[in-house]
C-alpha cells in the first residue's frame, strides 16, 4: 500500500498543512508528463501520446529508458481502477511486441513530427548521451497513473508484481495548491527498485541486425603504444587477459573494424586479412621484407617485456592483422561526437547504423570494403 504524501508550509508560528486539491484534468497531467516523462522517475524519451495499438486501443503514453526498456504509461482517466488494471496489462502485452523497426515509426508519427525532427536512434543518443543498445525492449514497465486506486485494484498489482513478477506498478500525483502556487506530489504504490528486482521477465528477440560485416574494436588509451603500431605495421592487438583478446578471435578475413582509441574518437577503418595469433609469432611487412613483430623498435621496453615474457597463454598478447582502408594519426582529428557506440570490448560487433554512417562520412568511404 502506498505511503500518504503530507506537505506543511513553514510560517514563523507553526507549520501549516496544505489541503489536497483536485487536479482540474487528468488531460492536463498527461501533457505535463508528455513534456517531462521524467516526472514518473527516471530518464525517458517519449515515443508517442496516444498511440494507437493494433487492436484499436491507444495507449496515454509510450516511452524507452536508457536501458531500452519500453515504458506503457496509462492514466486511469473516467475508467474504473480495475478496469485501468486490465487496460495496462493489455496494452503492455501489445507494447512487448513491438520491434525496433515499429518503436522507430511510432516515434516518427508521433514525438518526431516536429520540423527538423531527429530520427529515432539520434534522439535516443542526445536525450541519453549514448547509442541505442543492441537490443530494445527485451523488457517493458507497465505504470498507471492515478490520484488513487480502490484498495483491490491495489492488492491485484501488488500481488501481479511481487507473485509472478509481472513489471506493473501504480504512481500517484497528489495535488496541492498555496497562496498561488501549484505542486505535485509523487507517490508510488511499490517501491520501483524493488518491483524490477522481483520483475520475471522472458527475453525476447529484440536485437538489432548486424550487417554481417562491421566490428568495433578499441585500442587502447590516448598516449599508449597500440594505435601507433596498430596504424604502422597494420594489426589490431589485445592482452593481459581472456577479456582484453578472446573477443579478436571472433574476427574474420573480410571483416571490416572500425578502430577506436579510449579518450580520442574513431580512428580508422580497415579489413581483416588474417587470424589471431600471439604476438611472439606474428610476422608483418616492413619495406616489402616479412620481419618478425618482436623485432619492431617502436614499442616501449615496457611492453615487449610485458607482451613477450608471460608464461601464462591467458595473460600472452594477440594481435590480427589488417589492412587500412583509411586511419589518422593525430588523435587530435578522431571522429567523436555524443551519441556513437563505444564500449569497453576489445571486440564486438558494431551494429550501431549512426556510428557506421557518421565514420564512414567524416573518413570519405562510402561504405564499401575493397
Request: aromatic share 10%; proline share 4%; hydrophobic share 40%.
Given at each position: 500500500?502506498?505511503?500518504?504524501?503530507?506537505?506543511?508550509?513553514?510560517?514563523?508560528?507553526?507549520?501549516?498543512?496544505?489541503?489536497?486539491?483536485?487536479?482540474?484534468?487528468?488531460?492536463?497531467?498527461?501533457?505535463?508528463?508528455?513534456?517531462?516523462?521524467?516526472?514518473?522517475?527516471?530518464?525517458?524519451?517519449?515515443?508517442?501520446?496516444?498511440?494507437?495499438?493494433?487492436?484499436?486501443?491507444?495507449?496515454?503514453?509510450?516511452?524507452?529508458?536508457?536501458?531500452?526498456?519500453?515504458?506503457?504509461?496509462?492514466?486511469?482517466?473516467?475508467?474504473?481502477?480495475?478496469?485501468?488494471?486490465?487496460?495496462?496489462?493489455?496494452?503492455?502485452?501489445?507494447?512487448?511486441?513491438?520491434?525496433?523497426?515499429?518503436l522507430a515509426d511510432i516515434y516518427a508519427a508521433g514525438a518526431g513530427t516536429t520540423e527538423n525532427a531527429e530520427s529515432f536512434e539520434?534522439?535516443?543518443?542526445?536525450?541519453?548521451?549514448?547509442?541505442?543498445?543492441?537490443?530494445?525492449?527485451?523488457?517493458?514497465?507497465?505504470?498507471?497513473?492515478?490520484?488513487?486506486?480502490?484498495?483491490?485494484?491495489?492488492?491485484?498489482?501488488?500481488?501481479?508484481?511481487?507473485?509472478?513478477?509481472?513489471?506493473?506498478n501504480a504512481v500517484f500525483f497528489r495535488h496541492f495548491k498555496d497562496e498561488g502556487s501549484e505542486y505535485l506530489a509523487r507517490i508510488?504504490?511499490?517501491?520501483?527498485?524493488?518491483?524490477?528486482?522481483?520483475?520475471?521477465?522472458?527475453?525476447?528477440?529484440?536485437?538489432?541486425?548486424?550487417?554481417?560485416?562491421?566490428?568495433?574494436?578499441?585500442?587502447?588509451?590516448?598516449?599508449?603504444?597500440?594505435?601507433?603500431?596498430?596504424?604502422?605495421?597494420?594489426?589490431?592487438?589485445?592482452?593481459?587477459?581472456?577479456?582484453?583478446?578472446?573477443?579478436?578471435?571472433?574476427?574474420?578475413?573480410?571483416?571490416?573494424?572500425?578502430?577506436?582509441?579510449?579518450?580520442?574518437?574513431?580512428?580508422?577503418?580497415?579489413?581483416?586479412?588474417?587470424?589471431?595469433?600471439?604476438?611472439?609469432?606474428?610476422?608483418?611487412?616492413?619495406?616489402?621484407?616479412?620481419?618478425?613483430?618482436v623485432n619492431l623498435p617502436e614499442a616501449s621496453e615496457g611492453y615487449w617485456q610485458w607482451a613477450l615474457t608471460i608464461d601464462d597463454?591467458?595473460?600472452?598478447?594477440?594481435?590480427?592483422?589488417?589492412?587500412?582502408?583509411?586511419?589518422?594519426?593525430?588523435?587530435?582529428?578522431?571522429?567523436?561526437?555524443?551519441?556513437?557506440?563505444?564500449?569497453?570490448?576489445?571486440?564486438?560487433?558494431?551494429?550501431?547504423?549512426?556510428?557506421?554512417?557518421?565514420?564512414?562520412?567524416?573518413?570519405?568511404?562510402?561504405?564499401?570494403?575493397?
Amino acid at each position: 500500500m502506498a505511503v500518504e504524501m503530507a506537505i506543511w508550509r513553514m510560517t514563523g508560528a507553526e507549520p501549516q498543512r496544505l489541503g489536497l486539491s483536485p487536479l482540474d484534468s487528468e488531460q492536463r497531467l498527461e501533457d505535463m508528463l508528455a513534456r517531462d516523462p521524467s516526472v514518473i522517475g527516471g530518464d525517458l524519451l517519449l515515443l508517442g501520446q496516444q498511440v494507437r495499438t493494433a487492436h484499436g486501443g491507444y495507449v496515454d503514453l509510450l516511452a524507452i529508458d536508457a536501458e531500452g526498456c519500453v515504458h506503457v504509461l496509462e492514466l486511469k482517466r473516467d475508467r474504473t481502477p480495475r478496469e485501468v488494471v486490465a487496460q495496462a496489462l493489455d496494452y503492455g502485452s501489445w507494447a512487448a511486441g513491438l520491434s525496433i523497426d515499429d518503436l522507430a515509426d511510432i516515434y516518427a508519427a508521433g514525438a518526431g513530427t516536429t520540423e527538423n525532427a531527429e530520427s529515432f536512434e539520434q534522439a535516443f543518443a542526445e536525450q541519453f548521451d549514448c547509442p541505442l543498445p543492441d537490443t530494445v525492449n527485451e523488457q517493458q514497465q507497465f505504470t498507471i497513473v492515478a490520484s488513487e486506486l480502490d484498495p483491490t485494484s491495489e492488492r491485484i498489482v501488488e500481488f501481479l508484481a511481487e507473485s509472478y513478477g509481472v513489471p506493473i506498478n501504480a504512481v500517484f500525483f497528489r495535488h496541492f495548491k498555496d497562496e498561488g502556487s501549484e505542486y505535485l506530489a509523487r507517490i508510488w504504490l511499490l517501491d520501483p527498485q524493488e518491483a524490477e528486482a522481483k520483475a520475471a521477465r522472458s527475453p525476447r528477440s529484440k536485437t538489432r541486425p548486424w550487417n554481417g560485416r562491421d566490428f568495433y574494436v578499441v585500442l587502447g588509451k590516448s598516449g599508449e603504444d597500440r594505435w601507433p603500431l596498430a596504424q604502422k605495421y597494420g594489426l589490431l592487438n589485445g592482452g593481459g587477459g581472456l577479456f582484453y583478446w578472446q573477443s579478436l578471435k571472433h574476427l574474420r578475413p573480410g571483416h571490416r573494424v572500425f578502430a577506436y582509441v579510449s579518450g580520442a574518437g574513431y580512428v580508422g577503418i580497415g579489413r581483416v586479412v588474417g587470424e589471431m595469433t600471439l604476438v611472439r609469432d606474428a610476422v608483418v611487412t616492413v619495406d616489402g621484407q616479412a620481419v618478425p613483430f618482436v623485432n619492431l623498435p617502436e614499442a616501449s621496453e615496457g611492453y615487449w617485456q610485458w607482451a613477450l615474457t608471460i608464461d601464462d597463454m591467458d595473460l600472452a598478447e594477440r594481435v590480427v592483422p589488417v589492412e587500412w582502408q583509411h586511419c589518422i594519426g593525430d588523435l587530435d582529428q578522431a571522429v567523436w561526437e555524443k551519441g556513437l557506440f563505444a564500449s569497453q570490448h576489445t571486440a564486438c560487433k558494431l551494429r550501431d547504423e549512426r556510428t557506421i554512417a557518421t565514420v564512414e562520412a567524416a573518413f570519405g568511404i562510402d561504405g564499401a570494403v575493397s
